[in-house]
């Protein structure tokens, strides 16, 4: 197996054990629990959210994952802000591109869930929802921000602003949106009445651990890419300097070795 | 400081800042000449997009409205960054000792100004086109100043990041309409109140704008000189 420069013992031991989690995630979620059919005591009907609850254990991780890595965004832009650490906006970046990639999954996995089981791919009345979407917008404006021309501290202080500003948004668009949708729409959010328990809430709990393994598996990896990319751009320019050095130290070599004296030497 | 010079106070440096931007509107007539167009093709477009669907139109008359003022708003917010960070003004007003938070309030000011002469062009529009009615002037007017306040602050802060940047164009609708979105909801809702097409209360609605600009305003004064240190200009 080739080195891959972004990765370690610990983080290929960690890859290997996410991948054996997601395996054993998928034996669980499709066999281990059974379709959610319940009787309706009134009418004798079966009701429930039949196979489409299996869509929870992608769903919930993933809102999950998106929550948490825009969390550690903001928290990484207060300490670049406060602190002006390069450590800090490496991980904020790194965490939003993986915040920005679960949210998008929260919100496809949602709308699928969302056609069988209300009936609909989108539902205007829900809050999480569009938090949600809201919040997967900014993000890819942040992340819009970040790719922005400028050198690394000009970009580093830019993009902390904006990721301390996309919590402040979130939590207002969170509260008009739930004021609009109280009194616009009259339907709250649809959350079934299903009780979630034996085999399928265990799952959902491996699932949100194997999420979790991932999202810090993905952060290694991303974290590692970035300070490369970063330390590159540095050494860049120093080796630049290095070569341009050493071309003045053989114009002076050679004009010693042929004049017998350095340029200095005949301006003196 | 060297010499004793004759103290500006940060109020008359905001009116100053304001007017500097206002006077190079005036002349350059970008404002007039390209915004406010553009607004009003918006509307004729939305007329077209509905089909001509008189009742409809009237009906969602806040909402396109409000639309077409944010639109537009992108495109002032440019003009107002473009005027700073050309021949780097930017810095120049920094460098004759103007407080920053003065510069964001003036920016903002003339920024709101601009916007508020162009909504009372669009309400003209939205009457004529759509054949809205006013039935809460007071309501239709305070919601108006307030939504204005918040569009201005909120794109002061946001053109001032991106200032100098070639990406602007487009990064910055992107930045700007999502975080604007609450004032979208609340204005069109308020306004909505104001001209009899919803049963819904429109001072509680305006109380959120009103609550949207202050965050803004306060956001925008506090650090609009970490912003402009942040900016590449």
């Known amino acids: ?18 991948a054996l989690g997601a395996i054993a995630l998928v034996l669980l979620a499709f066999i281990a629990v059974e379709p959610d059919v ?56 790194a965490s939003a591109e993986i915040g920005a990639l679960c949210a998008a999954l929260t919100l496809i996995t949602g709308s699928i869930w969302g056609r069988p089981i209300w009936n609909t791919w989108w539902e205007w009345g829900d809050v999480r929802l569009l938090t949600t979407l809201v919040l997967f917008m900014l993000s890819l404006g ?3 921000v970040r790719r922005l021309e400028g050198t690394a501290t000009e970009r580093a202080r830019r993009s902390a602003i904006v990721g301390l500003l996309l ?34 809430l265990f799952t959902l709990f491996f699932a949100m651990v ?30 630049l300097l290095a070569a341009r050095r050493a071309e003045a130290d053989d114009h002076a070599r050679i004009a010693s070795a042929v004049g017998g004296t350095s340029p200095e030497g005949e301006s003196s | 400081m060297v010499e004793a010079r004759p103290r500006v106070g940060g109020a008359a440096q905001a009116v100053l800042v304001a007017k500097k931007d206002l006077r190079i509107e005036a002349r350059s007539r970008v404002a007039i000449n390209q915004v406010v167009p553009f607004a009003l093709l918006v509307l004729v477009l939305f007329g077209f997009a509905l089909d001509a669907d008189t009742a409809a139109l009237r009906n969602f008359a806040p909402g396109l409205f409000w639309l077409a003022v944010l639109l537009a708003a992108v495109l002032a917010v440019h003009r107002s960054v473009s005027v700073e960070s050309g021949d780097g003004v930017g810095d120049a007003l920094l460098l004759a000792g103007l407080r920053p938070d003065a510069v964001f309030v003036g920016k903002t000011l003339a ?41 201005a602050s909120t794109g002061t802060v946001y053109g001032a990041l991106l200032a100098g940047q070639q990406a602007r164009e487009t990064v910055l609708p992107m930045l ?20 009899g097409t ?7 609605w305006l109380a959120l704008l009103a609550g949207f600009a202050a965050i803004y305003s306060l956001v925008g004064a506090m650090s609009y000189g970490t912003l402009l240190e942040a900016a590449h200009v």
């Open chain 2, 111 to 151: 920024l709101g100004g601009q916007l508020l002469a162009l909504a009372v062009v669009l309400l003209g529009g939205i009457v004529v086109l759509y054949g809205a009615s006013i039935e809460d002037a007071g309501l239709l007017v305070i919601t108006l100043i307030a939504a204005v306040i918040g569009i």
């Open chain 1, 167 to 200: 919590f402040l948004n979130v939590v207002i668009v969170n509260r008009s949106v739930e004021w609009w949708a109280s009194q616009t729409l009259h339907q709250k959010s649809t959350i079934a009445d299903a009780t979630i328990e034996g085999n399928t």
């Open chain 1, 210 to 239: 194997v999420g979790v393994g991932a999202y810090v598996w993905m952060m290694i990896h991303r974290f590692r890419l970035a300070w490369l990319e970063r330390m590159s751009d540095r050494f860049g320019t120093d080796d």
């Open chain 1, 38 to 93: 319940r009787i309706n005591a009134e009418t004798g009907q079966e009701i429930g959210q039949f196979d489409a609850v299996r869509l929870l254990f992608v769903h919930v991780p993933a809102a999950l994952i998106a929550y948490l890595a825009f969390t550690v965004t903001t928290v990484g832009s207060a300490v670049v802000l406060w602190k002006r650490s390069v450590w800090w906006d490496v991980v904020a970046g």
């Open chain 2, 176 to 195: 700007l309409l999502p975080v604007l979105s609450p004032v979208l909801i609340a204005a069109t809702r308020a306004w909505g109140d104001a001209m």
């Open chain 1, 1 to 18: 197996m080739s080195e891959s420069p972004t990765s370690s013992k610990t983080s290929r031991l960690l890859g290997v054990a996410v």
């Open chain 2, 198 to 204: 919803v049963a819904t209360d429109g001072w509680a």
């Open chain 1, 142 to 144: 942040y992340l819009a």
